[in-house]
């Protein structure tokens, strides 16, 4: 019985192990995917898309991030109106736009290694 019990925590642990190395590659993918950056240093923009009228999250906003040089996106986001934009660190725009809203724009900058919040409030048109 007790060999039983061990193995059965084995495969239990074995489990976890898989969800764990699951979720680390594609964390890693989507990074790679989002920044393409070829190994320069980079920073993160993430934040909230809101209905500014009721604060709801808007689902399925468009975010881009851009410059002279480089652009990133559009990504559409998550149902919970988040998103996160990892990038090559530099000065950006950040535009966030979603059907029968407005559209906003901020400038940024993404430092190495840094991480920044930009949450935003869409008007209803």
Not at 50 to 71: D, E, F, Q, R
Not at 74 to 102: D, K, M
Not at 112 to 117: D, H, W, Y
Request: a positive charge.
């Amino acid at each position: 019985m007790r060999l039983k019990n061990r193995y059965a925590l084995f495969v239990r642990m074995m489990a976890v192990l898989t969800m764990v190395l699951s979720v680390s590659v594609m964390s890693c993918c989507q990074r790679q995917k989002g920044g393409g950056n070829g190994g320069e240093a980079s920073g993160t923009v993430w934040g909230v898309v809101t209905n500014a009228s009721n604060g709801n999250p808007i689902s399925g906003a468009s975010m881009k991030l851009y410059n002279a040089s480089k652009t990133y996106g559009p990504y559409n986001r998550n149902p919970q109106g988040g998103y996160s934009i990892t990038a090559t660190a530099a000065a950006y725009t950040l535009r966030a736009a979603a059907s029968g809203y407005g559209t906003q724009t901020r400038s940024v900058t993404l430092d190495p290694n840094e991480t920044e919040q930009q949450n935003f409030q869409l008007q209803p048109q």
